[in-house]
């Protein structure tokens, strides 16, 4: 077995490896770049070495440089983790050259599987199912739109070298063809370095499942059963579980032999996955195959009792495989949820900032379990790279935690996930758990109908209107706010600086302006000797303190007693309670006053970002909704659209130039006015 591995990842996954190397007895290397050097990854390893500035291409994707840091730190082998370099065969075939063990797959296995095209004519060659399409070599945009009226639309572009869905692209019509296969390919080459695309027909109600695979250097591989991880956003996935649901023993079969023969077929080793579009009549389709390590496999160790690190190693080693496919079997159901950095409200825009305040649901280490008979996990398992004071750049993916819960069963799990996600508490940057509550308490996903389309079909459920804040929400923030000034306050000298609210023969009252996104909320606070009343909109109640920890307040609110924790950011109050989220602007409202955006477009940069095409010239009339310019931030093309009928004045930037978030990109004449942003 190895003494020292050189981890060529960041974030939850070098964490992850990191810790199974440790409980193995062997000693890591970390590398960083600088936007990384106060990185958690960076402090749970061994050793930690600086690889070059924050941009991926200049560190993290620095084989060569990578490679150096290895041999000098005496490290024997490198775990790529996932992403980055984890399925590059120039990196995997450098590593052997130099004389270090590459914990994946040989790089011929990379080069078969890791070219979708090339790895579904293998497959057409085996006889594995294939989903009708093209994926051949010809890449002239007008072959390429003949190849996609002949399959039928809507097809799906998707770039050949691709994977967490970049460089993909649903097209509804042939005359939008040509516009997306553009962007599709923009988006391959900056994130694959290779532009490469397939056309295939776009199956309107597929689930996506997935087996996981392992292989050996001595002959053997096995299935770890299946994934089910049809809820996506953006061909990204969200909420990933295992076994899949409504999954029969003869379909989970024949799924698992198809897979293992496809891994044998290219001489597989390691962990790998095979993923299948499946039909809801039961009927599957080869997709691709990640060959590595996937983000999800915490659910597939959570059924099985295995570390699929460890195996990893002990693969990598020249080891044999721990266990038989006879000796596996599956215990209970694992549910996992990926908490990001994102703003689901706004077409999961990432969101970049500082981690003020993070509050996790209580979790116990994942540990090997043994044999699956014995296998008895924790509930709650967290994966996290980010810790309270991290900073999410514009760097590198937006993820924060993978929240992993198991049950005896499904509707186990769901409950233990619902339970989990309403005590995560974020701070400083927009989070997507207020969406996955929604999301694993909507009707479809706790009845497991599960397909790829089923956050954009019950989108209305998912995304409702904003309502107002609950009279015990805004109780809490006043009474946080109240409660800071009286401790501020506390011993000083000066009665005029008495937060009492003491008054000869009256009482104090004042107003206080909270607000949300949506709307204002004007209290009147009245002073009394035990607490205060709140009115708003002619009701009152009185507030009482029963008790404080810290952020976390316990009320008597007329006769209604109220737990929250509240934690302000600035002049915003942050109000978790009842398993929700308020976040209240304490502000004059008036100051706000007409600074609405407007509908169907933004002329400002959503995020720091680089500028890929100017779609217009300046003097152009545009309709409502035309795309103006498209921005390139953390991996992701974002579509800068017109926001009404008008002509376009001026363009302040060009292709390649860097933009920060909130930057005005052009001038827009709108009803005889120049756009204000």
Known sequence: MFTKILIANRGEIACRVAATARRMGIKTVAVYSEADAMAKHVAVCDEAVLIGPPAAKESYLRGDKIIEVALATGAQAIHPGYGFLSENEGFAKACATAGLVFIGPPASAIRAMGSKSAAKSLMETAEVPLVPGYHGDNQDADFLQIQADRIAYPVLLKASAGGGGKGMRIVERSVDFKAALASCKREAINSFGDDKVLVEKYLTRPRHIEIQVFADTHGDCVYLFERDCSVQRRHQKVLEEAPAPGMSLERRAAMGEAAVAAAKAVGYVGAGTVEFIANQDGSFYFMEMNTRLQVEHPVTEMITGLDLVEWQLRVAAGQRLPLQQSQLSINGHAIEARIYAENPEKGFLPSIGTVRHMHT?????????????????????????????????????????????????????????????????????????????????????????????????????????????????????????????????????????????????????????????????????????????????????????????????????????????????????????????????????????????????????????????????????????????????????????????????????????????????????????????
């Open 361 to 677: 649901p209580q979790a116990v280490t994942f540990r090997v379990g043994g044999d699956a008979a014995a296998h008895a996990p924790a509930a709650v398992r967290i994966d996290s790279g980010v810790r309270q004071g991290d900073a999410i750049s514009p760097f590198y993916d937006p993820m924060i935690a993978k929240l992993i819960v198991w049950g005896r069963n499904r509707d186990q799990a769901l409950a233990r996930m619902a339970q989990a996600l309403s005590e995560y508490q974020i701070v400083g940057l927009a989070s997507n758990i207020a969406f996955l509550q929604r999301l694993i308490a909507s009707a479809p996903f706790a009845g497991a109908d599960l397909d790829t389309g089923l956050i954009e079909r019950h989108h209305d459920v998912l995304f409702p209107a904003s309502g107002k804040a609950a009279l015990p929400v805004l109780a809490l923030a006043a009474a946080s706010l109240l409660c800071s000034e009286r401790q501020q306050r506390a011993g000083a000298s000066d009665p005029w600086a008495d937060a009492s609210g003491w008054r000869l023969n009256s009482v104090l009252r004042r107003s206080l302006d909270f607000a949300d996104e949506a709307n204002a909320y004007p209290l009147t606070i009245a002073y009394l000797e035990d607490g205060w009343t709140i009115e708003l909109g002619g009701m009152t109640a009185k507030i009482c303190m029963a008790g404080q920890d810290g952020s976390h307040l316990t009320l008597k609110l007329g006769d209604q007693t109220v737990h929250g924790n509240v934690v302000r950011d600035g002049e915003t109050f942050h109000v978790f309670t009842a398993g929700s989220h308020t976040a209240l602007l304490c502000t004059d409202p008036l100051a706000h006053a007409g600074e609405t955006e407007a509908e169907g477009g933004r002329l400002t940069a959503p995020m720091p970002g680089k500028i890929v095409a100017v779609l217009v010239s300046a003097g152009d009339a545009v309709e409502k909704g035309a795309p103006l310019l498209i921005m390139e931030a953390m991996k992701m093309e974002h579509t800068i659209a017109a926001p009404n009928h008008g002509v376009v004045e001026e363009l302040l930037y060009a292709v390649g130039d860097q933009v920060a978030e909130g930057a005005q990109l052009l001038s827009f004449k709108l009803s005889g006015e120049t756009k204000q942003t």
